[in-house]
Each structure stands twice: as C-alpha cells, then as structure tokens.
C-alpha cells in the first residue's frame, strides 16, 4: 500500500472510532445536562424559562447527532465519501460545544460563585470526556474543545475580579493539558493503525506469495508428471526388449553389452522411481499400516543386503543388535531407513557406518557414519529434491538427490520425529524417533514384503492394451518367452476386434493407464470383464507420475505398477495374479 493509500485509510479508521463513540457519549452527556439543569431549577439558580430553551437546544442537536449516527452505520464510510462524513461530524461536534459552553454560563452568569463553579466543572468533564471521544479524529476534537471553552474562557476574564481571572488562567492550563493529551491519543491511535495495516499488506503478500509458490508447485508437478510418462514409455520398452532378449542364446560379449545395457536401465528406474515415490507422497496416496514388530530382523536385513556395497569401498557397515518392539509401517520404516543406510554408505570414504538403538521416549533408531560430514548451513537443504552436497557434476554412482526428500516425506507421514547432527569431516548421525511396543501383533509384517516367489513357466492368455507399438511388440515377445499366449492392442475397440475370433478366456488383462483419447486403462479393463461377464484379473502399468493420476488408479481396485518395470517386479505379479496361492 502507498503512503498515500494508507493515509487514506487510516483516516477512515479515524472517522470509523469518532462515530462509534457518538450514542453513548451523546446520551451521557445529554442524561447529564438534564439531571443538573433540572436541579439548578429546583433550587432556584436558574429561570424555568432558561433552562427550558437550553434543554431543548441541547435536546434537538444531541437528536441531529444520533440520527447521523444512524446513517453512518447504515451506509459506512470508504476512500470516496469519508470527507463529507468528518465535515457532518464536526458540525455536530462544534454545534454541540457551542451549546455546552455558551449555555452553561448562560444560566449561571448572574448568581453566586459556587452555582458558576458547578458549571464550570461540567465544562472540565465535558472537554476531559472528549479525549476519548475525539482523540481517534484532531480535527474533531480541535472543533468541539474550542467551541465547548471559549465562552466559558472569555466569560471569566471579563469579570475582572481576582478569582475569576485566577480560575480563567486555571482553564486555559487544563485546556492546554488536555489539548496534549488528546494529541497524544491521536498519535497512539494512528500508529496503531498504520502497524495493522502494514501487517495487513505483510499477510496479503505472504498470501500472494505462497499462491505464486503453490502454482509453481503446481507447474513443476505437471511438468514432471508430463516428461516421467513421456520418457517412462521407451524405457519400460528398452526394459522388455532387454528382457526378452535374455532369452536367446548369445556369446559373452553380447552377454556383457546386454548386461551394461540393463544397468543403464535400471539406473534410469531408479530415477523414475524416486519421482514416483516423490508423487505419491505428495499424492497423499501412501497408506500407512502399523503394526508392532521386532526391529532387529528388520536391521538385519538392511544392514545384509548394503553389506556388499560398503565392503567395495572399504567402509565397515556394523549394527547392534536389539530386543525393542515398535509399533509403525514396517514397509515405510524399511524404506526410511535404506535410504539413510545407503546415503551413509555413499557417503562415507572410510571408517564405518553403525546402525543401532537407543531407548528414550520411543525407540531411537540411529545410523552413525564417519564420512564427510554435513555443514550446518546445508542440514536442511539435504531433505530437498535433487540436492547433493559435493556432486556438481551430477554423478549418478552417488545418487540422484532424491533419497532424503522421500525420508523426509516419510517421516513427517509416519509422524516420526527426525533430526540430524553432523560435523564437517567427522561424519554424521540420523536419529528417528519411532513408537515402542509391548508386544508383537499377530500379523506377520515381513509376509508383506515378501517376493512372490520364482515364477514358473506361465500359461494361459493375457490381454495386453498399450497405445505405443513398441510396447505391444515388447511385451507381446516377453510374455510369449514366458509362456503366455499374448494379444496386444492399442485400444479398447482395437482390442475387442481381435478377441471376437479368439475363442479362449483370457487369465489375466495387462492394461496402460493412459490411452489415446482420453481413454483410461481402468475403463478399459471394466469394459473387457463386462465383455467375458467375469472378473478378470486386472493390471495397470503406468508412465504417469500426476498426483491426480495415481489417486485415480488406485481407486480402481487393479494392481498398480510404474513404468519402467523390472521384469522380475513384472513376472512375480503375472504368476500372482494368474496363479494365485490358495
């Protein structure tokens, strides 16, 4: 806001609290002269005919007031009319002073002392009141303490007598007291005024500012969830055709360019993965399952698996072992803690890495390192998208700077507390604060993360509809190589041309998400079951990392797998699917 918007506004603020004092400071005032005229009356200070006139001055201008009043709270006041309401106002105020002061003396001039001191002290409180009243608006209170002062000031020094002059000068040091006083107010008022509206304009551009925030946000997720599905599909692809390939006899070289191939592969899943897993987190689709289960299998298990990794580069991988019982998502904890484990590990040039428990509150899971170690000024940049400390050229042997974003996005799900402390050069120590148990639950959490199992030789057939011919065709030579009878379409339509001259039920429909046309995978799968009337197994395979997206999957109720998939990952879940365990 301007200088210039914001004295505006405050000057409205100030017409606002004048305007809200008026009923009951008029009435007051009004109920006050009533009682007082009316006993000046009943002791004979004043004429029935005096005191008559002057109440009923003081009876209209207090009614013309309040019948302002009235308007003003029925129309209000803004930028453009505040002005003709402050000159209404300081009418009413100038003519009410002029009633007060001049009307006071007037019924009291002509007898003693003490009834003229009585009146003069209604002017005191009067112009004391007004402080109040008016200190919000200067100019109002300019008006009416002039008005309400000046006949009671000159009447006391025309007397010309030692105390009336003497009371006179008294009058004009109260007002000169209660003139700084209301000066005061007035400044205190509008200071306050300007500090709401200043933090105002701070809230309103934290508020433009987190929109601004929240729709590059938003851009970015498009523009990921775009480029995933775009580059999602040739690598699932190349990842079939890999696959397929391992089939056919070949000599060692060709063995090894294979291998090298699939590494590159796998290197690039990995990345996807770790935008995926980005997406769902920030999807709110991740559902957490807590149970209670033993830690240390879970340890063992972690620690066993990185254990090759650590020994190539000479780093000690150690654990301690624990008898604690927790209670949380053993899936989500795993995955916590690999992501820590293997960020230590790469992290780490020599000594060791220690992987152990402390008792607290909670369970504190920790994983000590003696690597490089975390300036303090980048501890919260880690926990970033794509952040690495010491990696500009991008060296994806040491990541991709996705695994402490999804930690952090776990943690905060699990509602698990994390803290790190690091020292550059002596290494680093992650600590995650996790629920203790008492007892072990019936369910066995490891049933959940188990492998399907070796997948044996497949029959039957599967349905496979994908808008991309590289992927029908790779799909279509890695099934049959498994065993499967395939047909392969692009659509639905495509699709139910091809099985019309089939006579065989299909085992199991494999489905992208994403078709041409606007045409989802789920619709497509319910259109085909409809088609045979029985509930076909159903799989999603999908290139598309939107939040939106992955919600709408899901609640489809097929199994959900991400492109580029592992064509282990993608056997296991044909033979459950197909085969499934009684």
């Known amino acids: 806001m301007t200088a210039a918007g914001m004295g ?76 003709p309401w402050a000159f209404a106002f300081m ?27 009585i009146a003069l002290l209604l002017i005191f409180a009067v112009t004391g009141g007004a402080v109040g009243a008016f200190g919000a608006f200067q100019p109002a209170f300019l008006v009416f303490f002039t008005t309400v002062s000046i006949a009671p000031t000159v009447w006391l020094f025309l007397q010309h007598d030692g105390l009336h002059i003497t009371i006179g000068g008294v009058f004009v040091l109260w007002f000169l007291a209660v003139l700084e006083q209301a000066r005061r107010a007035g400044r205190q008022f509008s200071e306050s005024i300007r500090l709401r509206l200043e933090k105002a304009d701070l809230v309103e551009d934290l508020r433009r500012e987190k929109a601004l925030a929240e729709e590059a946000n938003v851009a970015k997720s498009r523009f990921l969830a775009a480029a995933s599905h775009d580059l999602r599909q040739p690598v699932h692809a190349l990842s079939v055709f890999v696959g397929a390939l391992r089939s056919h006899e070949m000599d060692a070289n060709a063995r090894g360019l294979l291998d090298h191939i699939d590494g590159s592969v796998r290197a690039l899943s990995g990345l996807f993965g770790g935008l995926l897993d980005i997406s769902r987190l920030d999807a709110g689709v991740v559902e957490v399952n807590r149970v209670s289960f033993a830690v240390q299998p879970l340890l063992e298990r972690i620690c066993r698996d990185y254990e090759a990794q650590a020994a190539a580069k000479g780093v000690q991988l150690r654990r301690r072992p624990t008898r604690a019982v927790v209670f949380t998502d ?131 057939l599967i349905l496979v509809v994908d808008d991309e011919g590289a992927i029908q065709t790779a799909m279509r030579v890695l099934l049959e190589s498994w065993g499967y009878a395939v047909i392969a379409a692009g659509s639905y339509d495509e699709m139910l041309a091809r099985i019309a001259v089939r006579p065989e039920h299909p085992s199991l429909i494999i489905c992208d998400y994403r078709l041409r046309d606007n045409e989802t995978g789920s619709a497509v799968i319910e259109k085909l079951r409809n088609e045979y009337n029985d509930a076909i197994p159903g799989m999603l395979i999908t290139g598309d990392t939107a939040p939106d997206r992955i919600k709408e999957a899901q609640a489809s109720g097929c199994l959900l797998l991400h492109k580029p998939v592992p064509n282990e990952v993608l056997r296991a879940a044909i033979v459950r699917l197909c085969h499934p365990v009684a």
């Not at 009418?91 to 009291?108: K, N, R």
């Open 8 to 83: 505006e506004q405050i000057r409205i603020e100030q017409i606002r609290s004048v305007y809200s004092t008026t009923a009951p400071g008029t009435l007051t005032t009004l109920v006050t002269v009533f009682v007082l005229t009316g006993g000046l009356v009943y002791i004979d200070a004043t004429t029935r005919s005096r005191a008559i006139v002057f109440l009923t001055i003081m009876f209209v201008q207090s009614a013309a007031r309040l019948i302002l009043y009235r308007l003003f709270s029925r129309r209000g006041v803004h930028s453009q009319n505040w002005r």
């Open 330 to 460: 053993p899936m989500l904890l795993e995955r916590v803690l690999r992501n820590i484990v293997l960020n230590a590990i790469t992290y780490t040039d020599r000594g060791k890495v220690l992987v152990g428990c402390r008792r607290g509150t909670g369970l504190r899971i920790q994983v000590w390192d003696t690597g490089r170690g975390i300036a303090p000024a980048e501890q919260t940049l880690v926990f970033q998208e794509f952040y690495q400390i010491g990696n500009p050229e991008r060296d994806r042997t040491r990541g991709v700077g996705l695994g402490l974003a999804i930690v952090k996005r776990l943690v905060t799900l699990l509602e698990h507390p994390l803290t790190l402390a690091s020292q550059p050069g002596k290494g680093s120590c992650f600590t995650i604060e996790v629920p203790r148990a008492s007892a072990l639950s019936n369910a066995d959490p490891g049933a959940t993360v188990r492998a399907a199992g070796t997948a044996a030789p497949g029959t039957g």
């Open 91 to 117: 009418t009413g105020a100038a003519i009410g002073g002029l009633t007060i002061g001049c009307g006071s003396i007037w019924m009291v001039a002509a007898q003693h002392t003490d009834l003229q001191l």
